[in-house]
């Protein structure tokens, strides 16, 4: 039961081009989004994140969009850089006293330069 | 100010032996996670601490697994006996609290169980 999926393994873009994340999710329930990034031999670093009550976040070059009727959210990088190649997860929240997170399986990003 | 810390970085080991993983978390953080990561997955988490109690073990395999946390502050889990499956990376995370705050991961142990 994978409630969190991102169905593209991977990504390649160029230098200076936006790179769009998908995620969709099937729980009506969670009441955060975040994506994570991750760099090999690393554990995941918190880059963005989304409120269920929010459409759209903006940090920088990081915009996360959340569309609840279609319980879909993007992550979009623009302009794409050489060192946004990693591998991004997208989590969600449960509400509630936890802050349990379901992560997605994970897209690997390759920017070219 | 100091991330989470882990050990040991990677770990090689027979099935059926028994396997220790040691997590130290951001200073003054009251909750700690141990997810488990297995190749081509995301993160799933095992288990939760709130201080020294535990908040959420739902997904712990508890036949194999344990985890403490003693003093509310280092954490171990520990696999016993370890199986094939139980090849992944074992990351610990932390955050200050519970509710709204963000977890932050240490490196990870690779456990490989030939």
Redesign the interface.
Known sequence: DQQ?KQNSPSLSVQEGRISILNCDYTNSMFD?FLW?KKYP??????LI?ISSIKDKNEDGRFTVFLNKSAKHLSLHIVPSQPGDSAVY?C?ARLGG?????I????TLLAVQP | EAGVAQSPRYKIIEKRQSVAFWCNPISGHATLYWYQQILGQGPKLLIQFQNNGVVDDSQLPKDRFSAERLKGVDSTLKIQPAKLEDSAVYLCASSFFTTTDTQYFGPGTRLTVL
């Open positions: 969190v955060y994570y031999a690393e554990g995941p670093t918190f994140s997860f989590a006293a936890t802050n349990k997170l992560f997605g399986t994970g």
